[in-house]
């Protein structure tokens, strides 16, 4: 019922700076939560960035000061502007979104994108 669709993600030199969207389709009644996740290779996946609709954003004291998480609610996307990159940033970055479908009468459910992998050299 509703798709993401990542984009953005690549191999960048540190201290380099890249932009993932993610935009949600599909029969959308509302959303609620956008946010963003990584997940390192053998490493479980951790909270990037979070933003509530009509909220502020929460970021990770990883990356604080350094990504900056927006959306456009009238596109359904979320952005994620990520400055001053580090090696340890590499990552495959998902987006998530809580959102009710049309027709649910206000049930919320969680959809993840595919995973975008962000690479960053020394």
């Known amino acids: 019922q509703v798709q993401l669709v990542e984009s953005g993600g690549g191999l960048v030199q540190a201290g380099g700076s890249l932009r993932l969207s993610c935009a949600a389709s599909?029969?959308?009644?509302?959303?609620?939560?956008m946010d963003w996740y990584r997940q390192a290779p053998g490493k479980q996946r951790e909270l990037v960035a979070a933003?509530?609709?009509?909220?502020?954003?929460n970021y990770a004291d990883s990356v604080k000061g350094r990504f900056t998480i927006s959306r456009d609610n009238a596109k359904n996307t979320v952005y994620l502007q990520m400055n001053s990159l580090k090696p340890e940033d590499t990552a495959v970055y998902f987006c998530?979104?809580?959102?009710?479908?049309?027709?649910?009468?206000?049930?919320?459910?969680?959809?993840w994108g595919q995973g975008t992998q962000v690479s960053v050299s020394s």
């Open positions: 998530r979104v809580e959102a009710s479908p049309t027709g649910t009468r206000g049930i919320w459910y969680q959809y």
């Open positions: 599909g029969s959308i009644f509302s959303i609620r939560v």
């Open positions: 933003i509530r609709s009509g909220g502020s954003p």
